[in-house]
């Protein structure tokens, strides 16, 4: 059973920093991308952030280029999302996904088969 887990999740003063990590486990592919998406409070769906494939290339929403920056280490197995000037706005439980699919530029939550159990970040005003 493959399994991400997600960590670096807190609170943080708007302005401020964190940094997510993501770990997936089980999986008995070696080639992924990683997303990172985010849920808030009420809503169903989950909101792209962004990813990363195995060239490694990267993408993000609109709303978090310059701030955000995602980067994996294939030696530790484990993706990171930094996330820097937070804004309240900001504030959600956020999700690591795996895509089986290594060089996928994919921002669609359902083509993410695999998904942790997410760790919320709150910034406060």
């Known amino acids: 059973q493959v399994q991400p887990v997600e960590s670096g999740g807190g609170f943080v003063q708007a302005g401020g920093s964190l940094k997510l990590a993501c770990a997936p486990s089980?999986?008995?592919?070696?080639?992924?991308?990683m997303g990172w998406f985010r849920q808030f409070p009420g809503k169903e769906e989950r909101e792209y952030v962004a990813?990363?494939?195995?060239?490694?290339?990267?993408a993000y929403a609109e709303f978090v280029k310059g701030r955000f920056t995602i980067s994996r280490d294939d030696a530790k197995n484990t993706a990171y999302l930094q996330m820097d000037n937070l804004k309240p706005d900001d504030s959600a439980t956020y999700y690591c996904?795996?895509?089986?699919?290594?060089?996928?530029?994919?921002?669609?939550?359902?083509?993410?088969?695999?998904w942790g159990q997410g760790t919320q970040v709150t910034v406060s005003s």
């Open positions: 996904a795996l895509n089986r699919l290594p060089y996928s530029a994919s921002k669609i939550e359902r083509d993410y088969a695999y």
């Open positions: 089980g999986q008995t592919f070696t080639r992924y991308t």
């Open positions: 990813s990363i494939n195995w060239y490694p290339r990267t």
